[in-house]
């Protein structure tokens, strides 16, 4: 492999390589620098005049973005960008207005329509899909897309980036890992500029970017990104090759950061006017501007004229965005979910079979039936291939029967949910599992920022619809770190939804439902429940679907109501019993299934016959789903109350291992029936 070290001194090419690049793309280079130039400088006036708060000038890095965009294919390869390229856009040949729409935010900006941050640009068409502003969290979704790009049998190559900070996140190593285990043609693109703000390289690493990738045995490369022809001619090969192999390649383009950070930022802080001036010397537009006149491609006049037409167009579309009224508020919660969701009828389940199935068995065969149903279904998880098929079971067979389709992921949660993503947005279904709901966290990331927000962010350009299968719950003595409920972890985030069945027919028919939803659906599934004869029920057909917000009346009543879901209804079932026998006490439970949607209708409907409630779940009560259910029906059927609105959950501790200590913390029978009690006096 060629490695090139940095110039920073040399003004002129050797004329060896002169000859290698058409004069035609040094000139189709100078102009898109110079597009780049124009648009920085109209942005800082915009900033200076407070019409942008948030600018990121791409000035240093543009050569090494155009130059990648112009050994790419635009609208067919796939870009998964960082913060700092307009110069990419520029390349892949986004209209000036567009991006002047993104700046702004703008009514009509079609990368987001005034929800993401200015410099997070996103465009179906040129298949760039919209980034967050976290550091590195691309990384996992372009991995995920070289996966379909692969399945779906295209050489497309998959393009990410970032500044060499952002390397330092764990995310990227898991990519690295990931892209080199499975051979994806991944182009990960590292612009080093040595600073991350105002962090120099040797503070974030002591090792070098392209041998930490060679480690993951990648195929690597450095590159000048601030001088043209030896990228041009080293990337050309490679990437050609790339497209033929589909291999990942990593490049380390060595390029200068000319502006501060953005426009929060002062890098007279932090650099010294003897640093900035060096930096200032290996301008690449001021590079290429000389060597064209050098080279006799560029008179003085040419020049000149070029300039002021590109400057005066870039002028013309910054004015016609700056024309543009903000967006309207009032779709502000467009596009949070799919407005395409399919409707889905509950109706009486016919059932299969004279022998009830248990839980467990009940998810593996509903998701055996999806598979048979959606070919794009592919699934991911630890030891979930068989013969373990999970370590519940879950998704045993199904390697099997579905060859190429189920497998074991590294033992890497970011990396399990992140490539799924990458893969949903590649037109796949991935249906991924989590080993433990206490060990999602890892994933956290991808799945508050990153997935949940894509439809929104893009203005409804890119979808995810995926599932995220996870094992919850406690009263199995596993401890502190395998017992945990996250529900309200996650409910806190829009953009997803939640599904929690506590039997094996509602189990089956949430898991097909989530299976063709178009949004992101997190799963969770009770390991205490799985396999209990309690949980089992005759299995409902292949058509038998639940519909998604909308809660089942486990048990009818009339003078109290318990809201719960997972294993509170059967805490609550076992309290209701033991009442109704004690003292003729009519007990209503609803089973809410989904958390997201909540059914609140059901809630307040059987609150306004009984006129009292508890809400019970496993999870702890400080923070848990039941005050926001509670605060719900204080607001909503107040009138309606003869007594306080109580919560029932977990004391605010982690569950610990013996015994005893676990039944102390978490909820039991007999609290439920205590709650109860007192609320029937009133
Ligand atoms: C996860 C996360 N942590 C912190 C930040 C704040 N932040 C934004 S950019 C940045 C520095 C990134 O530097 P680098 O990756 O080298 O890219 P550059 O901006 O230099 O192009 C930091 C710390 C963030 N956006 N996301």
């Not at 999970?390 to 992140?418: D, H, K, M, W, Y």
């Not at 799945?447 to 893009?458: F, G």
């Not at 992101?520 to 038998?544: C, I, M, N, W």
Request: charged share 25%.
């Amino acid at each position: 492999m060629r490695e090139i070290a940095a110039h920073p001194d040399k003004k002129v090419l050797p004329s060896s390589l002169r000859s290698q690049v058409p004069a035609e793309a040094l000139r189709t280079l100078y102009e898109r620098m110079l597009y780049t130039y124009y648009i920085e400088e109209r942005t800082k006036l915009f900033v200076k005049s407070n019409k942008c708060s948030f600018h990121a000038s791409s000035r240093g890095h543009e050569k090494l973005q155009i130059a990648i965009a112009m050994l790419l294919q635009p609208g067919r390869d796939w870009f998964f960008p960082y913060y700092r390229e307009k110069a990419l856009m520029v390349g892949l040949g986004m209209p000036l207005r567009d991006i002047f729409l993104g700046m702004l935010s703008r009514d009509g900006d079609p990368n987001s329509n005034g929800r993401n941050m200015s410099e997070h640009f996103s465009s179906r068409d040129l298949r760039v899909v919209a980034p967050t502003a976290c550091t590195g969290t691309q990384y996992l979704p372009a991995v995920g897309m070289a996966k379909a790009v692969v399945a779906d049998g295209r050489n497309d190559i998959v393009y990410v980036s970032s500044g060499e900070g952002a390397t330092s996140e764990g995310e990227y190593f898991e990519a690295l890992n990931w892209a080199s285990r499975e051979s994806v043609p991944v182009l990960f693109v590292v612009q080093n500029n040595g600073y991350a703000i105002s962090v120099p390289q040797s503070t974030q690493t002591g090792a070098r970017i392209s041998e930490v990738a060679r480690g993951f045995h990648m195929r690597t490369v450095e590159v000048d990104g601030t001088r043209f022809t030896e990228m041009y001619t080293t990337l050309k090969p490679l990437i050609e090759q790339m497209r033929k192999t589909r291999t990942p390649l990593l490049v380390e383009g060595h390029v200068v950061r000319l502006e501060s950070h953005s426009s929060s930022d002062d890098q007279l802080k932090y650099r010294s006017e003897d640093e900035l001036e060096r930096t200032r010397e290996r301008d690449p537009l001021r590079h290429t501007e000389l060597q064209l006149v050098q080279m006799g491609l560029l008179t003085e006049q040419e020049k000149d004229e070029l300039q002021e037409r590109i400057r005066a167009e870039v002028d013309a579309a910054a004015e016609e965005a700056d024309a543009r009224p903000f967006p309207d508020a009032a779709h502000v919660l467009d596009d949070i979910y799919s407005s395409e969701t399919p409707a889905i009828e509950e109706r009486e389940a016919r059932t299969m079979g004279d022998k009830p199935v248990t839980m467990v068995e009940a998810i593996n065969h509903g998701l055996r039936e999806e598979m048979e149903r959606n070919a794009k279904i592919v699934m991911w998880g630890e030891d979930i291939a068989d013969p373990k098929g999970g370590v519940f079971g879950a998704t045993r067979g199904l390697t099997e029967q579905f060859p190429g389709r189920v497998g074991n992921a590294p033992l890497a949660e970011a990396s399990i949910v992140g490539v799924a993503h990458g893969m949903a947005i590649g037109g796949y279904k991935p249906v991924v599992e989590i080993q433990f709901g206490d060990y999602s966290f890892p994933g956290y990331m991808q799945m508050r920022n990153e997935i949940s927000t894509l439809r929104w962010r893009s203005a409804g350009a890119w979808s995810t619809p995926m599932v995220v299968r996870v094992a919850v719950g406690g009263y199995i003595r596993g401890g502190p770190f395998h017992s945990q409920s996250i529900e309200a972890l996650y409910a806190h985030t829009p953009g997803w939804y939640i599904a929690y069945p506590s039997n094996a027919a509602d189990a089956k028919g949430l898991i097909k439902s989530a299976c063709r939803l178009d949004d992101p659906v997190l799963f969770l599934e009770h390991k205490g429940l799985y396999r209990q004869v309690y949980t089992k029920a005759l299995e409902p057909d292949s058509d038998y679907l639940v519909p998604f917000g909308r809660a089942r009346i486990e048990r009818p009543g009339n003078d109290v109501t318990v809201v719960t879901w997972g294993s509170g209804v059967y805490r609550a079932l076992q309290a209701a019993t033991r009442l109704e026998d004690e003292q003729g006490a009519s007990v209503e439970i609803v089973d809410l299934r989904t958390l997201l949607p909540l059914d609140i209708e059901s809630v307040l409907g059987s609150v306004r016959r009984t006129s009292k409630v508890l809400v019970l779940h496993e999870a702890q009560v400080f923070g848990g789903m039941g005050g926001e259910i509670a605060a719900r029906i204080a607001d909503e059927a107040f009138e309606y109350l003869d007594a306080p609105v109580k919560r029932l959950g977990a004391l605010d501790s982690f569950v610990p291992f013996a015994g005893n200590l676990e039944s102390a913390v978490l909820p039991s029978a007999d609290q439920v029936t205590a709650a109860l009690q007192n609320l029937l006096r009133y």
